[in-house]
């Protein structure tokens, strides 16, 4: 089956400007995930969608960062505006049911420099 | 609070065994996860306990004590490919929304 596929691979934007990331969870897929890893660090949650619903955005930063699942399928992450301090790689990942020999499959990320 | 702690950095001879450690400190817990990720690519699923106890796959095992919060990795005949960065996990809600550890930075030397 083809992988979680996501969109740009780079970007580089200046800081106050905005940028959209499109994922493509793997077919069939209900859950659906944003993560931010800062270099140096773990991946970190950001939100939660199940379906086209959301489960868990308690560490979005709501106030600059949107997403959205339409049609419970592909989702966008956006950011408006930027920080300096965005500047991460963001993954997405999606899950069908949890299978302990699988855990869930990760996108290979984007990566944003915010200048 | 969220709390997961495994060292920054490890050193370990082709061949040899590693074990890197993990303790958590989370308000929730329904597992726990081990992914592995090279430089500049998407974590990779490794395995996941649940239960208190050593589960096996191949030359990667991992163990859990609940009670203790703490968990390992452990690497058996190490390869050069498995230099990376080895991320403890854990999931506290059920949904398999993880809360991340920093990773530790394992160097395989020949």
């Known amino acids: 089956e083809a992988g979680v596929a996501q969109s740009p691979r780079y970007k580089i934007i200046e800081k106050r400007q905005s940028v959209a990331f499109w994922c493509n969870p793997i077919?069939?897929?209900?859950?659906l995930y944003w993560y931010q890893q800062i270099l140096g660090q773990g991946p970190k949650l950001l939100i939660q969608f199940q379906n086209n619903g959301v489960v868990d955005d308690s560490q979005l930063p709501k106030d600059r960062f949107s997403a959205e699942r339409l049609k419970g399928v592909d989702s966008t992450l956006k950011i408006q505006p930027a920080k300096l301090e965005d500047s991460a790689v963001y993954l997405c990942?999606?899950?069908?049911?949890?299978?302990?020999?699988?855990?869930?499959?990760f996108g290979s990320g984007t990566r944003l420099t915010v200048v | 609070g969220q709390n997961i702690d495994q060292p920054t950095e490890m050193t370990a001879t082709e061949g040899a065994i590693v074990q890197i450690n993990c303790t958590y400190q989370?308000?929730?817990?329904?597992?726990l996860f081990w992914y592995q990720q090279h430089a500049g690519e998407a974590p990779t699923f490794l395995s996941y306990?649940?239960?208190?106890g050593l589960e096996e796959k191949g030359r990667f095992s991992s163990f859990l004590s609940r009670s203790k919060g703490y968990s390992y990795l452990l690497l058996k005949e190490l390869q050069m490919k498995d230099s990376a960065s080895y991320l403890c996990a854990v999931d506290r809600n059920s949904g398999y929304a993880l809360n991340f550890g920093k990773g530790t930075s394992l160097l395989v030397t020949p």
């Open positions: 989370t308000s929730g817990f329904n597992g």
């Open positions: 077919s069939g897929h209900a859950t």
């Open positions: 306990n649940v239960l208190d």
């Open positions: 990942a999606s899950s069908l049911e949890f299978n302990p020999n699988y855990g869930y499959t």
